[in-house]
């Protein structure tokens, strides 16, 4: 923490830790290895990669699993449904973590599976980790659920890539659900390239929701969810991360809108609402707006959607949610015709001089 400087500022995500500018999209992709590894140092704990073996079976709608490592084995499954309306052959295949999936597009049922490999119930307070992923890596107990469960997830696309009979398109996949189900749907996403499409509903802290940002909304009388809150809360986010609460929120090198850039090139769609008061609707707006900046630089501002109506937690449903939702799925997992231009809700106003540091290029 002594090493660490204060920046009040979301920290430029075109500036390397070194000092030297991201200055064309193949620094992008050296700088987007160095966010990754930031938000795992100082956010949601280390994600220990590949494992020794992954092997799989699938026989009526169940993909069983087998991982080992290091002398240690852990077993589970996953259930997966059929495709709705769709046309027969491969198809796309969402994580649904309680979330239901479009006509066309094939379930995995992750959220059992979740809570077996690394439990976290939600308002429980932190406790001693546990569940199979912690059994077969007890040298990650500093690994939050949040990283756990996304590590999880890469070893179904591995099983998955390793068996036939599913019908699943491995290169079309996404994964959703909602407030605590959100965020670790955005986590799934962010940190496996294979998922083609990230997407969360109503994740707020821990995903869209500044650090930066909540903190100054708290200090301004806001009562919304801040770092020391969701720390404290779960054991979602990584031991680290109890440093950087209240004052010290300024020194964490990194912040969420360059989690979520992790994304590119792939495409992004966060659904909130401003009348979700606990997940700071102003901040989210701030932390997605930025985010769409850095896609803009990037060439790729239509693949960031955002919608937020005057909604509460997890009431995006309906025409305007689903009209975005589809309308991605349609685009970048069914490879339709389908225009992503304007899906982006103006809530409110990115006060730049506030949080913006640094300038915003354009990357070739």
Known sequence: MAELTANPKMPDPFTFLDGTKVTSKADWACRRKEISLLAQEFIYGKNPGEPESVEATYSGGTLNI??????????????????????????????SIGASAPAGVATIDYGSVGEKLARSTGSQGRRAPSGLFYDLYPDHRSTGSLMAWAWGASRVIDALEKTTGHDIDTTKLSALGCSRNGKEAGVIGLFDERIALVAAQSPGSGLTSG?????????????????SQIYGEENWMGDAFEAFGNSNVSKLPIDQHEVLALAWPRPIIIMEGTNDGWNCPKCVYTTMKYTQMIFE?????????????NHGHCQQGGTFATEYYDKFVNRFLKGQSVSTDDLFTESFTFDASRWQDGEIPTLL
């Open 211 to 227: 650090w930066r940002p909540a903190q100054a909304e708290k200090a301004a009388g806001a009562n919304v969810q801040t770092a």
């Open 66 to 95: 087998t991982v080992s490592n290091g002398g240690r084995s852990i077993e589970f499954s996953v259930n997966i449904k059929a495709a709705s309306g769709g046309a027969g052959g491969p198809t796309p295949a969402i994580f």
């Open 297 to 309: 630089a990037l060439g790729s501002k239509d693949h960031v959607g955002f919608p937020q109506p």
